[in-house]
Every structure is written in C-alpha cells, then in structure tokens.
C-alpha cells in the first residue's frame, strides 16, 4: 500500500490550491488521514486530520482558509486551500494509518510530498 500525493504549484498570495492523495495497492482499512507541512529550517507539523467519521482538525493559522475532506470509496484525502500565504509555502506531505484487514496488521503511511510555493 502507498499513498500518493498530486497538485502542488506556485501561486500567488491569494490564490488556490487543492491537494490530493490517495492510497492504492492492497486493500486497507483507513483510520484517519491527515496533511502536514514542512518549510525550510522549520520541523513538519500538523496542518489538518480527518477521522473516518469525518471530524476535522486545523492547525490555528489555517482555520478557516483551508478545508480537509475525504472520499473514502476512493481512499483519498484532500485539502483545498484558499487564501494563500507566503507562510503557506512548505512541502506538504500525506499521512494514513490503518489496518490490512487479510494480515491484521496496522500500517502508517506517508506520503512523497508535494511542493506548495506562494508569491507575495
């Protein structure tokens, strides 16, 4: 199983963007999934999480402007950003944990990351 992430870019302060990434190979039972984001010089952080019931989590400076969502039929997550910062810029990476439901085994994983890049 892996997850693979997709639309990443340059865009001006202001702008938009929309995330996605989805988990493909071997069938697997997510949990929650979850964004985060690394700026150079800076540790990873959380930006959003969703459970599989839907309930959602933001780091404070994005409240409001962006949105997680999921699409579990096509185990994918996505995170639609508005507003764009210069602060935004960071390689955003995926996260999913979970369970193999033919080895019952739990699994947590990342994602390649994705290079999100804002102008000022």
């Known amino acids: 199983v892996q997850l693979q992430a997709s639309g990443g870019g340059l865009v001006q302060a202001g702008g938009s963007l929309r995330l996605s990434c989805a988990a493909s190979g071997s069938t697997f039972n997510i949990f929650s999934m979850r964004w985060y984001r690394q700026a150079p010089g800076h540790q990873r952080v959380l930006v959003a999480g969703?459970?599989?019931?839907?309930?959602?989590n933001y780091l404070d400076p994005v409240k409001g402007r962006f949105t997680i969502s999921r699409d579990n039929a096509k185990n994918t997550v996505y995170l639609q950003m508005n507003s764009l910062k210069p602060e935004d810029t960071a390689v955003y990476y995926c996260?999913?944990?979970?369970?193999?439901?033919?080895?019952?085994?739990?699994?947590?994983?990342w994602g390649q990351g994705t290079q999100v890049t804002v102008s000022s």
């Open positions: 996260n999913a944990d979970g369970i193999l439901p033919d080895q019952d085994k739990y699994l947590e994983l």
């Open positions: 969703i459970s599989s019931t839907g309930s959602t």
